[in-house]
């Protein structure tokens, strides 16, 4: 007959009861099972009762280190928000100037095709028939022209500039020292830097620049005597 062991891993000699139940025979509620870590699992690793939530990275660096960090990513914060302010503002700058330029094209469109009409106003202004009703009417019409910004040029004496005269007429003359528009003929017009049309006049030059072989035209030509033949054939 043998002695059963004392102090073993069955405890002092009596019998050691565990009790594995999953419903708890006093309340009926469900029992909370702790599963053992897997082998070769160590406490606190990812995925073992107990782990603890992956740390970030910038809690491996000193204070230091995260200001840097800080400091950097909120200069490319800002040179992103200025870049961003600098194409908005170029943007609303072209769309501006396309909307002015377009807005020019039309009025100049439109005043173009009154051109016409301030002729005749004009010409009736000089023959002293503008009176009454049409005067008021003209006026009128000069005046929301000179609002939209038409601009009347073309004087006797102006110096002739080929960019804004039309010349119709040249002659010589020892009354100017220059080229210079001796009659307009019919007044130019421009909207802004925008010649709508140019200004039509009679242009004179001094005499010294008469070239030396032409004749003035009150001098008369005289005539050969082979002229004389083929004006007789």
């Known amino acids: 007959m043998t002695d059963r062991p004392t102090g073993s891993e069955f405890g002092d000699g009596e019998p050691v009861v565990r009790d594995k139940r999953r419903i708890d025979p006093d309340t009926g509620a469900a029992r ?11 406490p606190g690793m990812p995925g073992t009762p107990g782990a603890q939530p992956p740390r970030d990275p910038s809690d491996l660096i000193g204070p230091s280190a995260q ?9 490319e914060r800002t040179a992103d928000l200025q870049r961003l302010q600098a194409e908005y503002v170029n943007y609303k700058r072209r769309v501006d100037r ?8 039309v009025i100049g469109s439109v005043l ?9 106003v004009g010409r009736a202004r000089e023959a002293g028939e503008l009176e009454g009703a049409f005067k008021a009417v003209a006026e009128s019409l000069e005046r929301v022209t000179e609002k939209l910004g038409l601009v009347r040029f073309g004087e006797k004496g102006d110096t002739f500039d080929p960019r804004i005269h039309e010349a119709l007429l040249h002659n010589y003359s020892d ?18 830097e925008r010649v709508l049309r ?3 006049v009679a242009v004179s ?5 008469l070239p030396a072989d032409a004749v003035p035209a009150d001098v008369p030509v005289e005539s050969t005597d ?5 004006s007789a054939e």
């Not at 200001?67 to 200069?75: G, K, M, Q, V």
């Not at 396309?98 to 094209?105: C, K, M, N």
């Not at 020292?177 to 802004?192: E, K, S």
């Open 175 to 192: 009354e100017v020292d220059g080229p210079t528009a001796t009659m307009v003929m019919q007044p130019g017009y421009r909207l802004g």
């Open 205 to 209: 030059e001094p005499t010294e620049q």
């Open 198 to 200: 140019a200004a039509r």
């Open 226 to 230: 082979e002229d004389a033949d083929r």
């Open 32 to 42: 909370e099972t702790s599963q053992p870590p897997a082998p070769g699992a160590q």
């Open 98 to 105: 396309d909307r002015e330029a377009s807005r020019e094209l």
């Open 67 to 75: 200001e840097a960090l800080l400091t950097e990513a909120l200069a």
């Open 112 to 120: 173009t095709e009154l051109l016409g009409i301030l002729d005749d």
